[in-house]
């Protein structure tokens, strides 16, 4: 669901900010976007209600990145019995012209998979990001 519709207090409107902060600090040059999913009804059929979708779009198309645009998908699993969700994984998707370009999942085994693969540094940097928004959702 869009980072903007879930930003509902003041303690989860910090976090999506932290997590904004943490990707711009690892890659300067994109911009965030909190509305990354349209409203309209195939879209909307789509949408995970319990997970934080922030879009970063990089200034033109990236070789670095091997891509223009990125989904960052932070996902949660609310637990019935305790009432709370908990962070679950991250899965960070890249687009180019053609569109899904690769595609990496805490999830699954944190690798990078995809026909365009970023350069070595740039997964790096990926992968310690979504590290860092681990310690931000479960300290």
């Known amino acids: 669901m869009n980072a903007s519709e879930q930003a509902k207090g003041l303690e989860l409107a910090t976090k999506i900010a932290s997590v904004v902060s ?73 687009f180019n012209h053609q569109g899904q370009a690769w595609r990496m999942s805490t999830i699954d085994d944190w690798q990078l998979v995809g026909s365009y693969q970023p350069v070595a540094d740039v997964v790096d940097k990926l992968k310690q990001f979504c590290r860092q928004v681990f310690e931000l959702f479960n300290p």
């Open 22 to 94: 943490l990707f711009k600090l690892a890659f300067p040059d994109a911009r965030a976007d909190l509305k990354p999913w349209h409203n309209d009804p195939d879209t909307r059929e789509w949408i995970d209600p319990n997970s934080i979708d922030i879009g970063f779009h990089l200034p033109g198309w990236s070789p670095r990145f091997q891509s223009r645009s990125i989904l960052v998908q932070i996902r949660f699993h609310k637990d019935p019995e305790e009432k709370k969700e908990r962070l679950i994984g991250v899965e960070i998707v890249a």
